[in-house]
């Protein structure tokens, strides 16, 4: 389920990054898939925040309906994303990266997998984020 796409198209219609600010619906619609599609994990992809609302509580608040709706992997954008006066390429480079915050999810949801999204481009970043706690958390499961 991609709930990070900040293009205007998905948002106009109650799709991508503006789902996050309906955690109750993004559960039910996790739910609701996963109780439908049984062989195949459901998954879901979404930012850090919308529209410079990066507060860590709402996150938590927004992964643990996540987690209530039976996603057990979650790749974070690791940036929040503007709605409006940033085209979906400026969402992808403008907001400052914050992969603490990921690494702070996977500390405090080790029983979800997280997948950090964004910036990463060269082996040596790669290997700084696989080698950190949040890849020693959620290697274990």
Same mark, same amino acid.
């Given at each position: 389920?991609?709930?990070?796409?900040?293009?205007?198209?998905? /948002?106009?219609?109650? $799709?991508?990054?503006?789902? *996050? #600010?309906?955690?109750?619906?993004? #559960?039910?619609?996790?739910?609701? *898939?996963? #109780?439908?599609?049984?062989?195949?994990?459901? &998954?879901?992809?979404?930012?850090?925040?919308?529209?410079?609302?990066?507060?860590?509580?709402?996150? &938590? +608040?927004?992964?643990?309906?996540?987690? *209530?709706?039976? !996603?057990? +992997?979650?790749?974070?954008?690791?940036?929040? /994303?503007?709605?409006?006066?940033?085209?979906?390429?400026?969402?992808?480079? !403008?907001?400052?990266?914050?992969?603490?915050?990921?690494?702070?999810?996977?500390?405090?949801?080790?029983?979800?997998?997280? /997948? !950090?999204?964004?910036? !990463? &481009?060269?082996?040596?970043?790669?290997?700084?984020?696989?080698?950190?706690? $949040?890849?020693?958390?959620?290697?274990?499961?």
């Amino acid at each position: 389920v991609n709930i990070g796409c900040p293009s205007p198209k998905a /948002c106009k219609h109650m $799709f991508g990054a503006r789902l *996050m #600010r309906n955690p109750d619906l993004v #559960r039910e619609i996790c739910h609701s *898939m996963s #109780r439908r599609v049984t062989h195949t994990p459901i &998954t879901a992809k979404c930012r850090i925040g919308v529209d410079g609302e990066d507060d860590y509580v709402k996150l &938590t +608040h927004f992964v643990t309906s996540l987690k *209530m709706g039976g !996603i057990k +992997h979650i790749v974070v954008h690791a940036r929040t /994303c503007y709605l409006e006066g940033l085209n979906p390429n400026q969402n992808r480079n !403008i907001p400052p990266l914050k992969y603490n915050v990921v690494h702070d999810l996977a500390k405090d949801f080790p029983d979800i997998s997280f /997948c !950090i999204n964004g910036g !990463i &481009t060269t082996f040596d970043e790669a290997f700084y984020h696989l080698g950190s706690t $949040f890849y020693n958390n959620n290697n274990n499961n």
